[in-house]
């Protein structure tokens, strides 16, 4: 048994609960909905320094994970990855203390893995043996390969333009893929008619076990800093997932007595041909309308209207946080930059972070003093026309 303390799947729009041990998508008003834990039971049996002496990999924190049984976890050794300082490119765009969480060494080559192992992990504890979901792309393909690795049946629909490598990913895990032409939004419309009583959808946000793989990230940050926080995290945001996730991985270390009340101030990092957050953010509202003409090199940020609008907002609002658009030119400028400075090709979603990271710098939105996290959650390698020779 892994003694999780998840006790129960509630809705954070009208509050609902629903018991976390039979199979949900979104609640009946329409939101997603979190898994929430015991977090008291769990502050009497669990700390910090007994997390330590555990292997290096995301299950590290596995009471705090919805996995009951660990005969059902699905692993390929996900999680613990590096936070490399970049003081070079830090120097350079006046950020000296900036830090970088290089997700490319994640099987799969992408953060997805993380959400991925988590989310097939729960499904074959539930009983659930073939799930489906639309992807711009790494999604997808980290699905299909754990759903093989647990031996679950897998769907994915994808747009056309996804890098290429991941549709291999999909075929070398014997998934069923379903080439789309348009966007993410088309893809979930394909997949909204394939499932039903056998066929489980999980697409983004619309179960609730993916965000809990994200939110490692947020964990390992912090005791990667020795348990403390730093002042920013900027965050490539499509879906929004790995944000919420993160948001709600300080909330339960706050609620744990593991870190103190100061939270990151957390940003959300989008392009300007698809900025649905940026411009919601800016009006202060709640709620992102739908973006026209999405495009950007970034592909998988690429999500013209995402389900969890309410959720980014709010961890953003909750932190002091922003939100900012990038433009394709500047941040593959700045992904060639970091490179030659560090040694680490970015993915272009990680390279966003670095301009954003330079343009808040530069409107005094950033300090030079504080410390600052970019999160690259994929390796360059799968997207090898981001840089010309």
């Known amino acids: 048994?892994?003694?999780?303390?998840?006790?129960?799947?509630?809705?954070?729009?009208?509050?609902?609960?629903?018991?976390?041990?039979?199979?949900r998508n979104l609640c009946t008003c329409g939101s997603p909905l979190l898994?929430?834990?015991?977090?008291?039971?769990?502050?009497?049996?669990?700390?910090?320094?007994?997390?330590?002496?555990?292997?290096?990999?995301?299950?590290?924190?596995?009471e705090l994970l919805p996995v009951r049984d660990a005969a059902h976890i699905a692993t390929l050794g996900e999680g613990w990855t590096p936070l490399l300082p970049a003081a070079r490119y830090g120097a350079r765009i006046g950020v000296p203390r900036l830090?970088?969480?290089d997700e490319g060494l994640v099987p799969t080559g992408s953060f997805?893995?993380?959400?991925?192992?988590?989310?097939?992990?729960?499904?074959?504890?539930l009983g659930i043996q073939h799930v489906a979901m639309p992807t711009n792309g790494n999604a997808g393909a980290a699905w299909a390969l754990y759903a093989a690795r647990a031996g679950l049946r897998a769907t994915v629909a994808m747009p056309a333009a996804a890098p290429a490598i991941t549709r291999k990913e999909c075929a070398v895990a014997g998934a069923e893929l379903h080439?789309?032409?348009?966007?993410?939004?088309?893809?979930?419309?394909?997949?909204?008619?394939?499932?039903?009583?056998?066929?489980?959808?999980?697409?983004?946000?619309?179960?609730?076990?993916?965000?809990?793989?994200?939110?490692?990230?947020?964990?390992?940050?912090?005791e990667q800093l020795g348990w403390r926080v730093p002042d920013v995290i900027l965050y490539p945001?499509?879906?929004?997932?790995?944000?919420?996730?993160?948001?709600?991985?300080?909330?339960?270390?706050?609620?744990?007595?593991?870190?103190?009340?100061?939270?990151p101030r957390l940003v959300a990092v989008q392009s300007t041909g698809c900025a649905p957050i940026v411009a919601a953010f800016t009006a202060g509202a709640?709620?992102?309308?739908?973006?026209?003409?999405?495009?950007?090199?970034?592909?998988?940020?690429?999500?013209?209207?995402p389900l969890g609008d309410e959720l980014i907002l709010d961890a953003l609002y909750a932190t002091g946080g922003t939100a900012i658009a990038v433009d394709d030119t500047d941040l593959l400028a700045d992904l060639r930059a970091f490179g030659a400075d560090?040694?680490?090709?970015?993915?272009?979603e990680g390279a966003a972070c670095l301009t954003a990271a330079r343009a808040l710098r530069a409107s005094g939105w950033l300090g030079e003093d504080e410390e600052v996290v970019v999160l690259n959650t994929g390796t360059g390698l799968k997207y090898p026309d981001s840089v010309e020779e």
């Open 1 to 23: 048994m892994t003694a999780s303390y998840l006790a129960v799947l509630e809705c954070p729009r009208c509050g609902t609960r629903y018991d976390a041990d039979q199979p």
């Open 35 to 62: 898994a929430r834990y015991d977090l008291a039971a769990a502050r009497g049996a669990l700390d910090p320094a007994t997390i330590a002496t555990r292997a290096a990999d995301l299950w590290r924190y596995r």
């Open 179 to 222: 080439i789309v032409d348009g966007l993410i939004g088309d893809a979930g419309r394909l997949i909204a008619g394939l499932v039903g009583d056998k066929v489980f959808d999980v697409s983004t946000l619309k179960e609730p076990y993916r965000l809990e793989g994200k939110k490692t990230m947020g964990y390992e940050i912090v």
């Open 99 to 101: 830090l970088v969480k």
């Open 237 to 263: 945001t499509g879906g929004g997932v790995g944000l919420i996730g993160i948001h709600k991985a300080l909330g339960e270390l706050r609620e744990l007595g593991w870190i103190g009340d100061k939270l």
């Open 286 to 305: 709640r709620r992102a309308e739908p973006w026209p003409d999405a495009h950007t090199v970034a592909f998988g940020i690429t999500v013209p209207a």
């Open 112 to 125: 997805k893995a993380r959400g991925a192992a988590v989310g097939v992990s729960r499904a074959r504890e």
């Open 342 to 348: 560090e040694g680490l090709w970015l993915c272009p």
